[in-house]
Nanobody
Framework: QLELVESGGGLVQPGGSLRLSCGAS????????IGWFRQAPGKEREGVGC????????YYRSSVKGRFTIFRDNANNTVNLQMNSLKPEDTAVYYC?????????????????WGQGTPVTFSS
């Protein structure tokens, strides 16, 4: 059974950093485009960024560009989302998703497999 698992979420202060990881069981992530999405309370899910399987190209939504970085760790079969300079508006449950042999897509409907999500919240 193919499964994605996110980890690394937690409590953070404004300006802080977190690294989220997307791991897989049952398949090798470097054959898949990986998208990161988030859903804040009361809001629709939105794409954060993605990395292609074909050429490693990445894409980020404008509000996170320059602060977030997606990169592969093939040795550990993970795709990581490094989040720096975090803002309260980054509060959400973060999900990773995978689709085989594809370029980046910010559309959730293009992805085949989804993780269960990991929360990122801000301390007051």
């Amino acid at each position: 059974q193919l499964e994605l698992v996110e980890s690394g979420g937690g409590l953070v202060q404004p300006g802080g950093s977190l690294r989220l990881s997307c791991g897989a069981s049952g398949f090798t992530l470097d054959h898949y485009a990986i998208g990161w999405f988030r859903q804040a309370p009361g809001k629709e899910r939105e794409g954060v960024g993605c990395i292609s399987s074909n050429d490693g190209s990445t894409y980020y939504r404008s509000s996170v560009k320059g602060r977030f970085t997606i990169f592969r760790d093939n040795a550990n079969n993970t795709v990581n989302l490094q989040m720096n300079s975090l803002k309260p508006e980054d509060t959400a449950v973060y999900y990773c998703a995978a689709v085989k042999y594809a370029y980046c897509s910010g559309d959730s409907y293009d992805y085949t497999y989804w993780g269960q999500g990991t929360p990122v919240t801000f301390s007051s």
